[in-house]
């Protein structure tokens, strides 16, 4: 069985520091790798995609690879209260269905 | 462009009700999924469908149906409610070419 582990945190970290939200999967034939936030009450948007190992950055965000560990990581720089949600790392494989993780909560405080 | 829509965004149901949650996209993706999220418990996949006419069960199908008559629209379908089904449900569509979900506001939905 596929799985997608996060750690559930809270992960707190003070405003203007760098979050790092990490994520391991199981299916070495993983293809896929996004990163969605997800406000409280509200459904998730996906903030991040990343296909080949490396790093991808997007403004504040780098979403990180690394297959051969199974292992994808989302950087937040300067992080602001406003990036205080619920991030879900999702994998997908050869099908159209990607498995998500059950999430991190990230705390940014003043 | 609306993305994915979906209603209502809210519903008290009673044992043994039925319903229709309401889902439909104009962007053209060939993909779609219905999902619940249970607090805690990540998302767990309901039904999806790869394009009109053909539609697949996922994690958790039961309780629950589908159709697909056309590219725009997944309709989900809840036969005799039951409290397990009190959840928060999600669709979301996806282009073929392998793109990240784009998800609807969702709709809250409880079972007394």
């Known amino acids: 069985q596929k799985e997608v582990e996060q750690n559930s945190g809270p992960l707190s970290v003070p405003e203007g520091a760098i979050a790092s939200l990490n994520c391991t999967y199981s299916d070495r034939g993983s293809q896929s790798f996004f990163w969605y936030r997800q406000y409280s009450g509200k459904s998730p948007e996906l903030i991040m995609s990343?296909?080949?190992?490396g790093d991808k950055e997007d403004g504040r965000f780098t979403a990180q690879l690394n297959k051969a560990s199974q292992y994808v990581s989302l950087l937040i720089r300067d992080s602001q209260p406003s990036d205080s949600a619920t991030y879900l790392c999702a994998v997908k494989g050869g099908s159209y269905i990607p498995t998500f993780g059950r999430g991190t909560s990230l705390i940014v405080h003043p | 462009n609306a993305g994915v829509t979906q209603t209502p965004k809210f519903r008290i149901l009673k044992i043994g009700q039925s319903m229709t949650l309401q889902c439909a996209q104009d962007m053209n993706h060939n993909y779609m999924y219905w999902y619940r999220q249970d607090p805690g418990m990540g998302l767990k996949l309901i039904y999806y469908s790869v394009g009109a006419g053909i539609t697949d069960k996922g994690e958790v199908p039961n309780g629950y149906n589908v159709s697909r008559s056309t590219t725009e629209d997944f309709p989900l379908r809840l036969e005799l409610a039951a409290p397990s089904q009190t959840s928060v449900y999600f669709c979301a569509s996806s282009p073929p070419t392998g793109g990240g979900y784009t998800f609807g506001s969702g709709t809250r939905l409880t079972v007394v």
């Open positions: 990343i296909y080949s190992n």
